[in-house]
C-alpha cells in the first residue's frame, strides 16, 4: 500500500511551477498597480483572512481527492457559524458553541458521505441537496436575522494573538500540520490516495472503501463547524449569508493549487498556496477600488483557467 | 460512473414504453398532492390558486426544459440561474434605452444563448466535467451582473411587453400557453428528431455513440446552447412577469429547476428521461410550495424542503434502475 501510494504522489517539480507562478505574477502585478498592497500590515492581513479559507481548502482537497466535491461546505458554515452564535449567545461559553458547531458540522459532512458512499449519489448533486437544505435551516435558525450579541470569548478568538502571531493563523497552521500529517503519514492518508486512484484495491485489502469515504466527507463537515466559529468571531454576528459561495473560493484554491480533480492525487501545500492566491488577487482587486463582483467573477475564471491547465497536465 | 455499458443494451426508450409507466406514477403523485392540499386549505382549488400553480410551473418548466436535455447527455448546468439574472437585466436595460421589447427579447434570448455556448466550449473543447464548467461560470454571471447592475433595479416595462408574463387569452395565463408550445416542441425534438435521439444515446454511452458515427461534440454543444437559450426566455417572462430586474433574481432559481428535472424521471446518468416527465416534476415541486405557502409556512423552509426533495428524486431514480437490471 505504502508504495502505490508513493507513485501517485505528485512531483512537485512538476507542481511548484503552476501555483507559483500564478502566486509570484498575482503579487508582482498588484505590487505594481495597488498602492499599499506590499505593505506589511496589508499582507498580515491578507493571510489573517484566508484562515477561514485555509480551513475549508484542506478538506476539500481530501474530498476532491476522492474524485469527489462538496457544494454544501459554504452553506454548512453558514449554519454553523450561526449556531456557535446562537448557542453561545445562550451559554455565554465559547467551548459549548464550538462544540454546537463542530456537532452540526460533522452531521452534515456525515450526511454528505452517506449519500455519496451508501446511496450512490453524485457528490456534486448530494452536496446541492445539502446546500438546499443548509440554507433552508439557516434561515430558519436565523429567522433571516442577523444574531448579534455574541459574547466577548467569541469575539476574542479572532483579534487575540498567541507570542505576537494571530490567534487565527495558529489555528490555520495547526490545522495544516494535522493535515500534513494526516495525509502523508498516516494509513488512513493513503487509503485517501487509494480513494480516488484505485478504490477496488481498498476492497482487496479487505477495507471499506464507502465507511473511509464518509470519514473524509465527515472531516469536511467538522472543519466547517471550526471556521464557521472563526466566521462568527470574524464577523461579531452570525448571519444567514455568512458563507455564501465559500466552497466556490476553497474549490478555486484547490484547483489552482494543482489538486487534479479526476487522478485521485493532492497537494496539501498547493491548496495553501491557491488559498493565498484566491486571497491576493481578492485583496488587490479590492485595494484598486473594484466592487466584490468583480472579484467573484475573477475567481470564476481564475478556477476555469486552472482546470483547463490540469485537463492539459493530463492528457500530457 | 463507470458501468455505462448496462444501460447501453437498453435502446433510448419511446414515450409509451416503460416510461409511460414512470410518468403515469407521477401523474398519480401530482393528484394525491392535489388531494391532500385540497383537504387541508380551503383555497387551494380555487381558480386564482390554480392559474397560479401553472403559471409559476411554467416559469420553472422553462428552464428545466432545456436543463432535461443537459442531464439526458449525462451533463449537468448549474448556471442556469445566474444565466436567467444577467439575461434579465441585460434584456431589460435595453429595453429601457432603445424602448423596443422585441429588440430586448432578441437580446435576451441571445445573451442566453451565449452563455450557454460557453458552456458548451468549456465542456467539448476544454474537456472540463460539466457541473465544474458550469459551477465556475455561475460565480462568473453573478460577479457580471452584479457589477453591472451596481445595486441599481430596473422598472417599468412597457404594457405590451407585460402582458407575456402577466397577460390571460381566453382566461388562461399566457406562460401557460408558451409551456405547452414549449412542451410540444421539446417532447416532438427529443423523441421523434434524429438530433434528439442522439442526445439519448450519448447519454447512454458516449463511447459506442461516438463510434457509430455520432458528431457528440456537435451535439453536446448544441444542448448547452438550447439550455442557455430557455434560460434567456425564462429571464423574458420573468421580467414581464416582476416588472422589475435586479442582480439577484437568479439565485433560487437553479436548485428548483434542478429538482424538477430530478423528479421528472431524468436520469443524472444519462439516457433516461422525458422533457413531459419535466413538465410533471416542476408542477410536482410547484404543487409542494404552493401548498407549504397556503399552509402558511415560512418561505425559509423552501430551500430546505427543495433540497431533500432533490435527494429523495436521486434516491428514488436509482432504487427504480437497479430495480430494473
Not at chain 2, 434570448?109 to 465556475?136: H, K
Request: glycine share 12%.
Amino acid at each position: 500500500m505504502r508504495e502505490a501510494a508513493v507513485v501517485v504522489q505528485p512531483n512537485p517539480l512538476q507542481r511548484i511551477p503552476g501555483v507559483a507562478i500564478v502566486l509570484v505574477l498575482l503579487i508582482a502585478l498588484f505590487s505594481a498597480i495597488a498602492p499599499g498592497f506590499l505593505s506589511v500590515a496589508n499582507l498580515s492581513n491578507v493571510l489573517v483572512q484566508s484562515t477561514i479559507l485555509t480551513m475549508l481548502a484542506l478538506p476539500m482537497t481530501l474530498i476532491i481527492m476522492t474524485e469527489g466535491l462538496d457544494l454544501s461546505m459554504g452553506a454548512v458554515l453558514t449554519l454553523t457559524s450561526l449556531c456557535v452564535a446562537i448557542v453561545s449567545l445562550a451559554t455565554q461559553s465559547m467551548l459549548l458553541g464550538l462544540g454546537a458547531g463542530l456537532l452540526v458540522g460533522a452531521a452534515f459532512g456525515i450526511l454528505n458521505g452517506w449519500l455519496v458512499a451508501m446511496v450512490g449519489i453524485p457528490p456534486f448533486v448530494a452536496t446541492l441537496g445539502t446546500l438546499g437544505m443548509a440554507q433552508g435551516l439557516s434561515l430558519i435558525v436565523s429567522d433571516g436575522q442577523s444574531v448579534v450579541g455574541i459574547p466577548h470569548s467569541v469575539r476574542d478568538i479572532y483579534s487575540a494573538t498567541l507570542l505576537g502571531v494571530p490567534v487565527p493563523i495558529v489555528m490555520a497552521l495547526v490545522t495544516y500540520a494535522a493535515f500534513h500529517g494526516l495525509l502523508y503519514h498516516t494509513r488512513f492518508g493513503t487509503y485517501i490516495f487509494a480513494l480516488g486512484g484505485n478504490r477496488e484495491a481498498l476492497r482487496y485489502a479487505g477495507l471499506s472503501p464507502n465507511r473511509l469515504l464518509i470519514a473524509v466527507y465527515a472531516i469536511g463537515g467538522a472543519m466547517a463547524g471550526i471556521a464557521g466559529l472563526l466566521m462568527t468571531a470574524r464577523m461579531n454576528s452570525g448571519h444567514p449569508t455568512a458563507g455564501l459561495g465559500l466552497e466556490f473560493d476553497a474549490i478555486a484554491a484547490v484547483a489552482v493549487g494543482g489538486t487534479s480533480f479526476e487522478r485521485g492525487n493532492g497537494w496539501l501545500l498547493g491548496t495553501v498556496l491557491g488559498v493565498i492566491a484566491v486571497g491576493v488577487l481578492r485583496n488587490g482587486l479590492n485595494l484598486i477600488s473594484l466592487p466584490s463582483s468583480v472579484q467573484v467573477a475573477s475567481v470564476g475564471v481564475l478556477v476555469i483557467v486552472a482546470l483547463f491547465l490540469d485537463g492539459l497536465r493530463s492528457r500530457a | 460512473m463507470t458501468d455505462i455499458t448496462k444501460d447501453a443494451i437498453a435502446p433510448p426508450r419511446s414515450f409509451l414504453s416503460q416510461d409511460a409507466l414512470q410518468v403515469f406514477y407521477r401523474l398519480l403523485a401530482a393528484l394525491l398532492i392535489c388531494a391532500v392540499l385540497a383537504v387541508l386549505s380551503d383555497s387551494f382549488l380555487s381558480l386564482g390558486n390554480i392559474l397560479n400553480v401553472l403559471r409559476q410551473a411554467s416559469l420553472t418548466f422553462f428552464i428545466a426544459s432545456g436543463l432535461t436535455l443537459v442531464v439526458l447527455t449525462a451533463g449537468l448546468d448549474l448556471s442556469v440561474g445566474a444565466n436567467v439574472a444577467l439575461s434579465a437585466c441585460i434584456a431589460g436595460t435595453v429595453i429601457h434605452k432603445t424602448g423596443s421589447p422585441a429588440l430586448g427579447i432578441l437580446v435576451g434570448l441571445a445573451c442566453g444563448g451565449i452563455v450557454g455556448l460557453l458552456n458548451g466550449v468549456m465542456v467539448t473543447a476544454l474537456r472540463i466535467p460539466s457541473f465544474i464548467a458550469t459551477y465556475g461560470m455561475l460565480w462568473v454571471l453573478n460577479g457580471l451582473t452584479y457589477w453591472y447592475m451596481a445595486g441599481e433595479t430596473l422598472h417599468g416595462f412597457p404594457a405590451g411587453f407585460r402582458q407575456i408574463g402577466s397577460g390571460y387569452l381566453f382566461g388562461l395565463p399566457i406562460p401557460v400557453y408558451l409551456l405547452l408550445v414549449f412542451l410540444g416542441i421539446g417532447t416532438a425534438f427529443a423523441q421523434r428528431t434524429v438530433w434528439g435521439q442522439e442526445i439519448y444515446a450519448i447519454g447512454a454511452n458516449p463511447v459506442a455513440a461516438r463510434l457509430s458515427g455520432i458528431p457528440v461534440a456537435r451535439r453536446l454543444l448544441l444542448v448547452y446552447v438550447v439550455s442557455g437559450t430557455m434560460a434567456g426566455l425564462a429571464s423574458i417572462i420573468f421580467l414581464s412577469r416582476l416588472n422589475s430586474a435586479e442582480a439577484d433574481i437568479g439565485e433560487s432559481l437553479t436548485l428548483p429547476a434542478i429538482a424538477a428535472v430530478l423528479i421528472g424521471g431524468t436520469s443524472l446518468f444519462g439516457g433516461v428521461g422525458t422533457v413531459f416527465g419535466t413538465f410533471i416534476g416542476a408542477l410536482i415541486l410547484t404543487l409542494v410550495l404552493n401548498g407549504m405557502n397556503l399552509l402558511s409556512v415560512s418561505a425559509n423552509w423552501q430551500p430546505l424542503v427543495t433540497g431533500i426533495i432533490v435527494i429523495l428524486a436521486v434516491w428514488l431514480d436509482m432504487k427504480t434502475r437497479r430495480r430494473a437490471q
